[in-house]
């Protein structure tokens, strides 16, 4: 076989691995960034909220970024397509990156929507904000604590 043939084959075999990696570093980076700017980072179920439908409730399974709480609100006014039927359907799992809304205890979700997921597709994610250093979030009354 001449060279340019097996470097044509090696280059076949190989790029696929390198896209695939270069994609991954890409994601980190998503994801590191949208961990620093977002409010709460959690995975949660998503529930219908019976009186509006302008709101998902989301029951919190594991908190990444912010203290551990049993519900989160999340506004549906900045997705295209809402709540129920756009990026999340009732007692589906959830991936959230959130930031807090102008609205008391409701929250947005994080500007680069594509980094809320079904929880099932992001597995890379939770392996990567599991491994992040979890800082001190807040002073209260009781002074510092953290999650976790």
């Not at 060279?3 to 890409?26: C, Q, T, W």
């Not at 908190?63 to 609100?73: D, G, P, Q, R, S």
């Not at 359907?89 to 809320?116: F, H, M, P, R, W």
Request: proline share 3%; aromatic share 12%; charged share 20%.
């Amino acid at each position: 076989m001449s060279k340019i043939a097996s470097l044509f084959l090696s280059i076949l075999f190989v790029y696929p691995s390198l896209v695939s990696a270069n994609g991954d570093r890409n994601l980190v980076l998503a994801i590191e960034t949208a961990y620093a700017l977002a409010d709460r980072v959690f995975v949660g179920t998503a529930m219908n909220l019976p009186n509006d439908s302008s709101k998902m409730a989301f029951h919190v399974i594991k908190t990444f970024k912010y203290k551990a709480v049993e519900k989160i609100i999340i506004s549906c006014h900045k997705i295209k397509d809402g709540c129920e039927g756009g990026i999340f359907e009732a007692g589906g799992q959830y991936l959230i990156y959130a930031t807090k809304s102008s609205v008391t205890n409701v929250y947005d979700v994080y500007q680069d929507v594509s980094l809320t997921k079904p929880r099932s597709l992001a597995d890379l994610d939770v392996a990567l904000l599991k491994s992040i250093p979890h800082p001190f979030y807040e002073f209260n009354d009781s002074g510092w604590w953290f999650d976790e």
